[in-house]
């Protein structure tokens, strides 16, 4: 693999380019590496890296608000496309693909049923459909699109539930954790023998897996009832 690659970013009429090290710089777009030096392979930012062609002080200061190198090649790896070989490209779209799946799964329903789609039903309508995915791109700029494509596939429809929970005081500790990180706790009605009733919202695509958590945690002594 060649040791150096380039990354390109355009604002308005004017273009840039650095020079980073293809793994590294792979890393850092994926998270994996924070530090922006380990990635350069020099500190120029060029107008033409080919040429040779530097950009000048006024124009890192008029587009990038610094000359500081680092501080651009960060602004430049965020916003900024790099030039991946065709196993890094495939991996950073399987990668993101798997994002969206999940995403889709547990925020949107079949309407017809309130239940979630299964992922593998949501990977073939995106395959059905030739939905292009930007690897670049984060998830949550892409869902909006991705939906709109894929629903003459399958329907897919956003909704909330309003859960009514009990937990016995035994089991509290643990499945507090699990309500607050599932949805919008509503409301919480704390029992003198240490229980709890809860109303809790949630994407109606989320029911199963927090049935399902709940039952674990209490050994089925939950109570969860779709409020009316």
């Keep these: 693999m060649d040791k150096v690659t380039i990354v390109k970013y355009s604002y308005a009429s ?25 990635i350069l392979v020099s500190d120029e930012i060029y107008t033409d890296s080919g040429k040779g062609t530097r950009a ?34 495939k991996k950073m779209t399987t990668d993101k693909r798997k994002q969206i799946v ?38 949550d700029e892409q869902i909006k699109d991705i939906v709109e494509k894929l629903r003459p596939i399958i329907p897919l429809k956003t909704e909330n539930l309003t859960l009514e929970i009990s ?11 699990v309500l607050k990180s599932t949805g919008s706790l509503k409301k919480e009605d704390w029992q003198p023998n240490g ?21 674990a945690i209490t050994k089925g002594t939950a109570n969860v009832e779709v409020q009316k």
């Design 167 to 177: 937990v016995p005081a035994q089991f509290v500790a643990q499945s507090y954790t």
């Design 195 to 215: 229980s709890l009733k809860a109303i809790l919202e949630i994407p109606a695509a989320a029911r199963p897996s927090v049935i399902d958590r709940l039952g």
């Design 102 to 139: 999940t995403f889709i799964s547990k925020t949107y329903v079949d309407p017809r049923t309130h239940l979630p789609h299964p992922p593998l039903r949501i990977q073939q309508a995106l395959t059905d459909g030739r939905v292009s995915i930007d690897p670049f791109k984060n998830a």
């Design 56 to 89: 000048s002080t006024e124009l890192l200061l008029r587009v990038f608000k610094t000359t500081d190198s680092a501080q651009i090649a960060e602004q430049m790896m965020k916003k900024g496309e790099l030039n991946l070989n065709t196993e890094q490209r």
């Design 14 to 38: 004017e273009k840039f380019e650095i020079l980073v090290k293809p793994d590294p710089a792979f890393d850092y777009k994926l998270g994996k590496i924070s530090e922006i030096s380990k």
